[in-house]
């Protein structure tokens, strides 16, 4: 049975809170403002392919590219950028199609590829092995979809989640450098609709996981005592479930964002309605087409990148930014991350984009 009521206790803090907090009472300078766009491309920058897949941002503030020749990471304090590609590699020896990014507990970094399998960066670990790769089943899937993490482990090192085309796999890690793999589909959990699994994210309001199904809609899974697995399918729109999103906007709207392969929906957890934005239920103003990623400040600002560009939708006010009205440097839209201080990072198939009305902060 669907859980459409919940509890939770919330706790907002606002990106300038996060920012600025302390005991000081000295007012911090704030970074200067950059243009409104910046543009990164393989040709002028060291961005390392510019099909972007996914972009992940760590405990440090750093960003991570997942591109179709390896991952990129950008510092933009130090305005500096790190390739990975070497230890990104397929058996055949090209370079990896990296579709995933997060950080573990344990600041160790994961990359989910298309045909290398699940990669680990652990600068922390004790045996001297930096990287290890998991590629068989009951170690990790062959191709990744999706890769999460669920942190709220009190005591223990935290577990990744890695949703792919046959089925989802999770890591609980036993100590720095060990862990264990337990491997779920529809065989063994009856609430995954389906073995292809396309998406998967952490609710950062309660650290409940979401998956994302090609068909069937989407899952949820969560702690409480034991693991237990909840499944959503909108009654009107069954598409696949290519991005998850989440928000609040106040204590009585709990909002889960679904961007499918037509348009998006949007789940109101404590009432269960569903909406619907499509050009048709929008007046056209929500372009039509797939969403391929979804972005929310957990209020009221809602990004939504598309095969046709970038939406925003501000509260109830639509904008829609493309090729032809901005420097998006291509109407597809594939990733999209905002940063603490409110710039928007859009990945899109040729190349990467930074956008802050008023101007860019680092």
């Not at 609430?191 to 090609?214: C, E, K, Q």
Request: proline share 4%; aromatic share 12%.
């Amino acid at each position: 049975m669907l859980r459409l009521i919940r509890r939770y206790t919330y706790i907002i803090i606002g990106f300038s809170a996060l920012l600025y907090s302390g005991c000081s009472n000295e007012t911090p300078t704030a970074p200067p403002l950059g243009p409104e766009w910046i543009v990164y491309t393989h040709d002028n920058s060291r961005l390392a392919g510019n099909r972007i897949r996914c972009i992940h941002i760590d405990s440090d503030g750093s960003l991570w590219f997942g591109t179709d020749s390896g991952a990129s990471r950008f510092t933009p304090r130090t305005n500096s950028w790190t390739n990975l590609k070497d230890s990104l590699r397929t058996s055949g020896g090209s370079i990896a199609q990296v579709s995933a990014i997060t950080q573990a507990k344990d600041r160790s970094v994961w990359f989910g590829t298309i045909g290398a399998g699940v990669i680990r960066f652990n600068s922390q670990s004790q045996t001297g092995r930096a990287w290890t790769r998991f590629i068989d089943r009951g170690d990790g899937p062959t191709v990744v979809t999706g890769i999460t993490a669920y942190k709220l482990d009190p005591g223990g090192y935290g577990e990744i989640w890695v949703a792919s085309n046959s089925g989802i796999d999770r890591y609980d890690q036993t100590d720095v450098d060990q862990g264990t793999w337990t491997y779920y589909d529809p065989s063994i959990t009856v609430s995954l609709p389906t073995r292809n699994i396309v998406s998967a994210f952490t609710n950062p309001i309660d650290d409940h996981l979401w998956f994302g199904a090609a068909t069937g809609g989407a899952v949820e899974a969560y702690y409480d005592a034991n693991l237990l697995w909840d499944k959503f399918e909108s009654p009107l729109e069954k598409y696949q479930v290519n991005t998850i999103a989440f928000d609040v906007v106040n204590f009585e709207t709990n909002n889960v964002w679904f961007g499918k392969e037509v348009g998006a929906s949007k789940l109101n957890l404590m009432s269960g309605k569903w909406t619907y934005y499509t050009p048709d239920s929008t007046n056209g103003q929500f372009p039509g087409g797939a969403v391929n990623a979804i972005e929310t400040n957990y209020l009221t600002t809602r990004w939504f990148g598309m095969d046709s560009g970038l939406v925003l939708l501000d509260d109830t006010v639509y904008s829609r930014f493309t090729q032809d009205n901005s420097q998006l440097p291509n109407n597809r839209v594939t990733a999209l991350k905002l940063d603490m201080r409110g710039n928007l990072w859009i990945g899109t198939r040729f190349g990467l984009a930074v956008y802050k009305k008023g101007g860019t902060q680092f």
